[in-house]
Structure formats: C-alpha cells, structure tokens
C-alpha cells in the first residue's frame, strides 16, 4: 500500500489508537508504562528510541494529564531528531487548550488532525515521514489496549510499517530497518497466534513473520539480543504451524533445521541473548516445549531458572506459566486418581503454590486468563478442604475472582469464566443461577468457538433441580 492510498486524516494526533480494544486495568497500564522505560533503557542507541518516548509521552498525558511529563518526553525527542513529525505534533496537542484558532492551524497538531496528503517532494520529507508511519506502527502494537479475538492494531501495524518501508526504506540506515522489520515480525506473529486468524491468513502471516525475524538474524547492523528476539519469534510460529498443520512453504536453508525442530529457536536464542531479562524469557519459552513433551518437572525447572533470573513484575508471564501448569498438573492427577481409584491422591500443594504465583503477578499485572485461572484454583481449593469454613471461604473468593474476570478486558466472553461461576454457584446450591451461568458460558463458547464443558455440567446442573 502506497503512502497516498492510506487514509491519513483518520490520525487526529499522530499516536491516537484505535480503541476497539478494551481498556486496560490501572494496575496493567502502569505495568505496561513501566515495561516501555525499561525497554527505552535497552534502546537508548537505537533509532526506536523515538517510538517509545512518543507513545510514553501520550501514555503520560492520557493517563493522568500529566503535561509536563508527557512534553519532556516529546522534548528529548526533538532535542535529538528535531525534524520528527509525531513529536511535533504531539507537544503542540498537549498545548491545544493555550493556542489560538490560528496557531492551532500551523502547529504540528493542526497538521496533523488535518487531510492533507504527506509531504514527500524530497528524499528528507520521505524519511521523515516514513519515520512518522514506523512510530505510528510502533504505537498501534504497544499501545493502551487490549484485545484478545480480533487483531485489527495489528494489522493496521503492519500496513504502517509497510508504508514506511515503501516511502523511506531505502532511505533509512540499516539499523532503523531492522527495528522495523522486528515490528512487522512481532504484528505478524501476534495476527498468527489469534484465535480468530483462519488458516489462509496464519500461512500469510507465518511467512511474513519468517521473513522479516530472518531479516533481523542476517542483518549485520542487528544486536545479539535482537537476534535472540528474532529466533525466539521464529520459534513461536514454527510452533504454531506445526499445532495447526499449516505448511511453512519454502524457507530459507539456514532456517531449515529451526523451523523442523522450533525448540532449537529457544535454544539458539539462549546463546543469543545477553541480558537476564531476555535469558528468564527464553527459559519461560523452553518450559512450554518441556510440558508439551509430558515432563512437567522439566518445564518447572526452565520456569525456575526464569524467576531466578527475573523475580520482578516484568517476568509475570514465567509465574503466569508457572501457575497454569501447576493448575493443570493437579487435574491430571486428579483424573488419574478418579480412574485408577487405588492411585495416590492430587498434590494439593500444587495448587497452593499456583495460588501464591497468581496472588502475586495480578497485584502487578491483570488480565482474564490469570483471573481466571486464580478462580478455579480457589474452586479447587474448596473442593479439597477437609473443614466448612475453609470451603466456604475459598469457594467464596472464587466467585469474587470471577466477577473480577467479568469486569476485566474481554473476561466477559471468556466461556471459562462463566463454567468456574457456574461450579462454584453449584458448590453454594445456587442451583437456578448455575445454570444461567453455564447457559452463558454455551453461548460464549459458540461465539468464540471454544468447547470447555459448559453443555455437560448443564445437563448434570439440571438433575439437582429434579
């Protein structure tokens, strides 16, 4: 897509996001504000630097209007890149309410707001420009929001990205290429691993995300960690392909060997990578192949490894890993205990210790799928306790979870919610509402095409009012 084709004007301010997502928790949101400092930390001598000051200057202004904050942001930018079009813009939008309807319509921001086309008479206006659609596209994939069934920020990210490539890529040094050819890797990857991408359009995006990581790998411009980052992506969507039978198509050869086997990815990262930081999320990686292959202590001692490496609130997906595997260790040797009924019993420190992980990363970090696991674990909990009080207790704080769930993001269409709810409900002899929240739980799992069990314990909640 050309530049001229894109429909401009629909950016009001250069960073303003889409927002068919659903908004982010506070706890999130600071998270996710705390993790761009982190990274600018890591980027400072790369040109990326720019997308994450822009994107935490208008997190510092739409979060709480802190002015002067989200203006030194822009600032720093334009001390060092004084052409850029997006700093321009964005401190002149923070100023809006002291302009003048006249300032208003030269300053960076009425430009912006306004439907005039990019200005590409010279080879300085396509880079500055391409520059302007690459952190546009930065901002679309690390922005405010959240959505967990469609992936339109993504795509729009992409066509951004593209845009930038076209306009200004031949322009741009070999270090900025790669920072872009690492975003439209990311987008690919994230559109790939949605559950709504269809097969036609996982193969599109599994072989733009080959494509642009391989980019990175080669790119003798590119550091250790990006590479480690590059191979890491490389694995995640070889992984996908192979759990979705999709064909990878034609590859490059020095991929071959990694794209047959995705767990050398991981292990090739890990040689890659420099900083601890990176390190715990290769080893957070190489759990998931561990468990994959039926050894659960295997996957809890890469997840160990990962938390001692980064025990902080950066590190939540190790702890979020590492709760939903204890979670589901426990109803293995549930089923196991059931069928075989003379076998030893489920190790309910399991679930303790899954319950001590998620307590502790949604004080940090919140989203559906960690509350949703916390409410089934408490559930668990309850059904275990040798005393009342201990059951109604935890029984209790699974139903509070799942009006947290319900209240949080998407957590509403999440058919796993309303099965924990409805079980619980159950537990209580709330019989008529369990099955109210069991015939919700069907009506989500066919929205998002997911069976997890609601129809049966429908029917089993049925006979309790026979």
């Given at each position: 897509m050309a530049a001229a084709d894109f429909p401009d004007g629909h950016f009001k301010l250069p960073l303003v996001i889409n927002t068919e997502g659903q908004p982010l928790d506070p706890i999130t949101t600071d998270y996710k504000a705390d993790t761009l400092k982190r990274f600018l930390d890591y980027k400072t001598n790369r040109p990326e630097r720019h997308a994450i000051r822009n994107l935490l200057g208008v997190l510092a202004f739409r979060g709480g209007n802190r002015v002067e904050e989200a203006k030194s942001y822009f600032r720093k930018i334009l001390n060092e890149d004084p052409g850029n079009l997006n700093a321009k813009a964005n401190i002149d939008?923070?100023?809006?309410p002291a302009m003048s309807a006249e300032e208003y319509v030269t300053s960076g921001a009425g430009i912006a707001a306004s439907n005039l086309g990019p200005d590409v008479s010279s080879e300085t206006e396509k880079k500055k420009q391409g520059r302007r659609y690459a952190e546009q596209a930065f901002a679309f994939i690390y922005e405010n929001y959240h959505e967990t069934v469609t992936h339109e920020r993504y795509s729009t990210a992409i066509k951004l990205y593209n845009m930038a490539m076209d306009l200004a890529g031949n322009l741009v040094?070999?270090?900025?290429?790669?920072?872009?050819?690492?975003?439209?890797?990311?987008?690919?990857?994230?559109?790939?691993?949605s559950r709504s991408t269809k097969q036609v359009g996982a193969k599109e995006n599994l072989q733009i995300t080959v494509r642009n990581n391989h980019a990175v790998i080669n790119s003798a411009s590119a550091d250790s960690d990006m590479k480690s980052e590059a191979y890491c992506r490389i694995g995640l969507v070889s992984a996908e392909a192979t759990r979705r039978k999709i064909r990878v198509g034609q590859v490059p050869q020095d991929l071959v060997q990694f794209i047959q086997d995705p767990k050398r990815c991981f292990e090739k990262a890990l040689e890659l990578a420099v900083d601890y930081p990176s390190r715990a999320s290769i080893y957070t990686r190489l759990a998931s192949f561990s468990y994959r292959d039926h050894d659960f202590n295997g996957a809890i001692d890469y997840l160990n490894k990962s938390i001692d490496l980064d025990g902080s609130k950066h590190n939540f997906h190790a702890y979020s890993t590492r709760a939903?595997?204890?979670?589901?260790?426990?109803?293995?040797?549930?089923?196991?205990?059931?069928?075989?009924?003379?076998g030893p019993p489920p190790n309910r420190d399991h679930l303790l210790k899954a319950k001590d992980d998620l307590e502790f990363i949604l004080k940090e970090h919140?989203?559906?799928?960690?509350?949703?696991?916390?409410?089934?674990?408490?559930?668990?909990?309850?059904?275990?306790?040798?005393?009342?009080?201990?059951?109604?207790?935890?029984?209790?704080?699974?139903?509070?979870?799942?009006?947290?769930v319900e209240a949080c993001q998407d957590g509403a269409d999440n058919p796993n919610c309303h099965k924990v709810k409805g079980m619980c409900l159950c537990v209580k002899g709330e019989h008529r509402q369990a099955i109210e929240s069991f015939k919700r739980g069907m009506d989500c799992e066919q929205k998002t095409d997911r069976p997890c069990g609601n129809a049966q314990l429908l029917v089993s909640e049925y006979t309790h009012l026979s």
């Open positions: 939008y923070v100023d809006i040094d070999d270090k900025e290429k790669d920072d872009w050819h690492l975003g439209i890797g990311l987008a690919s990857m994230k559109i790939l691993k939903d595997m204890l979670l589901k260790q426990f109803k293995y040797e549930q089923k196991t205990a059931e069928r075989h009924r003379r919140v989203s559906p799928w960690d509350f949703i696991n916390l409410a089934e674990v408490y559930y668990l909990l309850a059904k275990t306790s040798t005393s009342r009080a201990s059951l109604i207790e935890y029984n209790e704080k699974a139903l509070e979870t799942c009006s947290k």
